[in-house]
């Protein structure tokens, strides 16, 4: 079955680097974009990066942006968030989501999840 | 940036009941829009595309409908399972990932 699984996360100070990965399986990585997605503790839900099915193109939230850095390797059906000069508030549950439509050049719906994994910035 | 917003925040429902939960978007986002549900401690989950597309395994007594700005998810007869908070998101406008409601959390009257 389709499964993404998140790992990566930890307590870390503020201004320092955490880097997230996310394994997927049961489709076919490569031809699907993919997100990270983050949740405050007792928040909602705040889309922070996505990463083209192919790499050509990355975007990301105006919160992260200079500071994230997305990628993936297709070869290794894995995604990838480089957190750099972290912050309090980044503290977050981070998810990865598969996008709705294989090999799309438009951003849709986010299906499935992987479970998360928790980032905690405190000195 | 497009704003969504959700209403009511809580809705108190008894099992069985119907449940009807509201999506208005700042400016028109065509029927992009899609229904998550969130239980506790648990990730989110799809439960409606494009509007009014089911995903798939989600059960029949979840519908959406809705065009442009408002928008509304009904549960016909509230399972315990159903008790959880539904979000939703616009995929239509900037940015790639969209945006998100703030959330109507179910819960037990």
């Known amino acids: 079955q389709v499964q993404l699984v998140e790992s990566g996360g930890g307590v870390v100070q503020p201004g320092r680097s955490l880097r997230l990965s996310c394994a997927a399986s049961g489709f076919t990585f490569s031809s699907y974009g993919m997100h990270w997605v983050r949740q405050a503790p007792g928040r909602g839900l705040e889309w922070v990066a996505v990463?083209?099915?192919?790499?050509?193109?990355?975007h990301y939230a105006d919160s992260v942006k200079g500071r994230f850095t997305i990628s993936r390797d297709n070869s290794k059906n894995t995604l990838y968030l480089q957190m750099n000069s972290l912050r309090v508030e980044d503290t977050a549950v981070y998810y990865c989501?598969?996008?709705?439509?294989?090999?799309?050049?438009?951003?849709?719906?986010?299906?499935?999840w992987g479970q998360g994994t928790l980032v905690t910035v405190s000195s | 940036e497009i704003v969504m917003t959700q209403s009511p925040a809580t809705l108190s429902v008894s099992p069985g009941e119907r449940a009807t939960l509201s999506c208005r978007a700042s400016q028109s986002v065509s029927n992009n829009l899609a229904w998550y549900q969130q239980n506790p401690g648990q990730a989110p989950r799809l439960l409606i595309y494009g509007a009014s597309t089911r995903a798939t395994g989600i059960p029949a007594r979840f519908s959406g409908s809705g065009s442009g700005t408002e928008f509304t998810l009904t549960i016909s007869s509230l399972q315990s399972e159903d008790f959880a908070v539904y979000y939703c998101?616009?995929?239509?406008?900037?940015?790639?990932?969209?945006?998100f409601g703030q959330g109507t959390k179910v819960e037990i009257k």
């Open positions: 989501a598969r996008d709705g439509v294989p090999a799309a050049i438009f951003t849709s719906w986010f299906d499935p």
């Open positions: 990463i083209w099915y192919d790499g050509s193109n990355k």
């Open positions: 998101q616009q995929y239509n406008h900037w940015p790639p990932g969209g945006t």
